[in-house]
């Protein structure tokens, strides 16, 4: 059974850092698409960065650029979110996603992209 599992959220101050894990089961990330998401209470899920499969690819929201970085550990069948510098607008459940081809990499990516989801990770900033 494919599944996705999101770790790492948390409570933090603005300013800090959290690293978020995105570990596939019951398949190998290899030659997925990934990406991280997040929606805030009352708003639409909105992309946060994406990875192609080949790791050619890599995007970012402009609100995340230089400080969000997404990497992959194919041995370890997981891949991360690196999040510097936080600010409260960064406040949302964090959800990765995979994609077997289904995201035109030529483009940014959506939801409607991605058809398996974990189920999510709490990031809280604030003082």
């Known amino acids: 059974q494919l599944q996705l599992v999101e770790s790492g959220g948390g409570l933090v101050q603005p300013g800090g850092s959290l690293k978020l894990s995105c570990a596939a089961s019951g398949f190998t990330l290899h030659g997925y698409d990934i990406g991280w998401f997040r929606q805030a209470p009352g708003k639409e899920r909105e992309g946060v960065s994406c990875?192609?499969?080949?790791?050619?690819?890599?995007i970012y929201a402009d609100s995340v650029k230089g400080r969000f970085t997404i990497s992959g550990d194919f041995a370890r069948n997981t891949v991360y979110l690196q999040m510097n510098n936080l600010e409260p607008e960064d406040t949302a459940v964090y959800y990765c996603a995979a994609s077997l081809g289904q995201w035109d990499t030529s483009r940014w990516c959506l939801p409607r992209d991605f058809g398996s989801w974990g189920q999510g990770t709490q990031v809280t900033v604030s003082s």
């Open positions: 990875i192609s499969s080949s790791g050619d690819s890599r």
